[in-house]
């Protein structure tokens, strides 16, 4: 027996990331123009990281409150009364070790061996190959592309529940395809959840990344106290703030002990200081979000513009985050192009096939830079179209 024999079975088939590949691929090429990843090139704003370094300069680096700082909870239900027009105790709110932490625990309250958790696809990676470690068994449920873009067929998901399933994972608007759901979509797939006892998990990291009026719809705007949904977020997106690793859980306020528990048993809670310069993202960070969706928007329109010009890119103009998913005619390999496109055209995309059934034909790209950098990308990406 080898030493990977004695692992969990769950371990080792964790599968290596199709986008980590091609990064690790191309991440030290000169002159490379990175829009693999989900993020964009600001550094986090010096208001967020000087509330933090004065909290670490302050001898803010001991245990602290497991679930967050009062001042971080406090501030996260400003922030959703501002955005989301309703008033929350800083009892529903829990601070978790970046986004992809609050989804771990999310699902290991609510899935584990031999239960099924069902996602829409194409999705970001992460959730499906966490919910495969916990030891559920991850159900994808394709969205619907046609010539009016991306929809969810919510009939699909209905046929996808059975009576091993626990959760139904939403995430909208949608990494990689911006689908955006709208408030009729969510209240049927909440309608959907109440009849089985399902529980949701809602991950509305992008909810602000929206390009119609205002925010996305949200299912805060149509659920009720005692609806079995798990809000999962991030500080990463609005703020600039990916490398921190900061994110949240919004939950019933008789969850709270749960959660405390779970993030006792995890990470044993995030560094003060570092949420020190949440609370600051949260309370000063406002005209920031405004800047970067904007920023984002003129990007989304650039890319679209040179890319659609080529008469060979065919794509649905993403309703929200900042992605931009589509195919080249001739394309049959996506993950092969990737690496292809690195060394052609010093470019980096994420392939397709990375985000499950229903991206296999796509490549994804990442929009959320300056404009300067994001048009020579998408020349070059133009001219590698023309030799395929």
């Given at each position: 027996?080898?030493?990977?024999?004695?692992?969990?079975?769950?371990?080792?088939?964790?599968?290596?990331?199709?986008?980590?590949?091609?990064?690790?691929?191309?991440?030290?090429?000169?002159?490379?123009?990175?829009?693999?990843?989900?993020?964009?090139?600001?550094?986090?704003?010096?208001?967020?990281?000087?509330?933090?370094?004065?909290?670490?300069?302050?001898?803010?680096?001991?245990?602290?409150?497991?679930?967050?700082?009062?001042?971080?909870?406090?501030?996260?239900?400003?922030?959703?009364?501002?955005?989301?027009?309703?008033?929350?105790?800083?009892?529903?709110?829990?601070?978790?070790?970046?986004?992809?932490?609050?989804?771990?625990?999310?699902?290991?309250?609510?899935?584990?061996?031999?239960?099924?958790?069902?996602?829409?696809?194409?999705?970001?990676?992460?959730?499906?190959?966490?919910?495969?470690?916990?030891?559920?068994?991850?159900?994808?449920?394709?969205?619907?592309?046609?010539?009016?873009?991306?929809?969810?067929?919510?009939?699909?998901?209905?046929?996808?529940?059975?009576?091993?399933?626990?959760?139904?994972?939403?995430?909208?608007?949608?990494?990689?395809?911006?689908?955006?759901?709208?408030?009729?979509?969510?209240?049927?797939?909440?309608?959907?959840?109440?009849?089985?006892?399902?529980?949701?998990?809602?991950?509305?990291?992008?909810?602000?990344?929206?390009?119609?009026?205002?925010?996305?719809?949200?299912?805060?705007?149509?659920?009720?106290?005692?609806?079995?949904?798990?809000?999962?977020?991030?500080?990463?997106?609005?703020?600039?703030?990916?490398?921190?690793?900061?994110?949240?859980?919004?939950?019933?306020?008789?969850?709270?002990?749960?959660?405390?528990?779970?993030?006792?048993?995890?990470?044993?809670?995030?560094?003060?200081?570092?949420?020190?310069?949440?609370?600051?993202?949260?309370?000063?960070?406002?005209?920031?979000?405004?800047?970067?969706?904007?920023?984002?928007?003129?990007?989304?329109?650039?890319?679209?513009?040179?890319?659609?010009?080529?008469?060979?890119?065919?794509?649905?103009?993403?309703?929200?985050?900042?992605?931009?998913?589509?195919?080249?005619?001739?394309?049959?390999?996506?993950?092969?192009?990737?690496?292809?496109?690195?060394?052609?055209?010093?470019?980096?995309?994420?392939?397709?096939?990375?985000?499950?059934?229903?991206g296999e034909a796509f490549l994804r790209l990442c929009f959320h830079r300056r404009l300067d950098q994001l048009e020579e990308a998408a020349h070059r990406l133009a001219g590698w179209m023309r030799t395929v």
């Open positions: 027996m080898t030493l990977i024999d004695s692992l969990r079975a769950e371990a080792v088939a964790a599968p290596e990331s199709g986008i980590v590949a091609v990064v690790n691929y191309g991440r030290t090429r000169e002159g490379m123009i990175p829009l693999w990843a989900g993020e964009g090139d600001l550094p986090t704003p010096a208001f967020i990281s000087e509330a933090a370094a004065k909290g670490l300069a302050n001898g803010e680096t001991f245990y602290t409150w497991q679930k967050g700082i009062p001042e971080l909870r406090q501030a996260l239900s400003r922030y959703y009364a501002r955005h989301f027009g309703k008033s929350f105790a800083e009892e529903e709110f829990i601070a978790t070790g970046s986004g992809m932490h609050a989804i771990q625990l999310a699902l290991a309250a609510v899935a584990g061996s031999g239960d099924e958790v069902v996602y829409l696809s194409p999705a970001w990676p992460n959730f499906a190959a966490a919910a495969g470690i916990s030891g559920a068994t991850p159900v994808a449920v394709t969205l619907d592309q046609s010539g009016n873009g991306w929809s969810c067929d919510v009939d699909k998901i209905a046929a996808a529940v059975t009576p091993r399933t626990k959760a139904l994972f939403v995430n909208t608007p949608s990494n990689p395809t911006g689908w955006t759901a709208d408030k009729e979509t969510l209240q049927a797939i909440l309608n959907l959840a109440r009849q089985n006892g399902l529980w949701i998990i809602a991950d509305e990291i992008y909810s602000l990344f929206h390009y119609g009026h205002g925010r996305a719809p949200s299912f805060l705007d149509i659920s009720t106290a005692e609806d079995r949904i798990l809000f999962v977020n991030s500080f990463s997106k609005n703020w600039a703030m990916t490398g921190w690793r900061v994110g949240w859980i919004k939950t019933h306020p008789e969850l709270q002990q749960v959660f405390e528990n779970l993030i006792q048993y995890s990470t044993s809670g995030v560094a003060q200081f570092m949420q020190r310069g949440a609370v600051a993202a949260l309370d000063h960070g406002e005209a920031f979000i405004v800047e970067q969706v904007e920023r984002a928007r003129k990007a989304r329109d650039l890319v679209c513009d040179i890319l659609g010009a080529t008469g060979k890119a065919r794509f649905t103009v993403p309703q929200g985050a900042f992605y931009l998913f589509f195919t080249v005619d001739g394309i049959t390999d996506p993950r092969r192009a990737a690496f292809d496109i690195v060394d052609k055209a010093n470019v980096g995309l994420a392939p397709g096939t990375a985000f499950g059934p229903g």
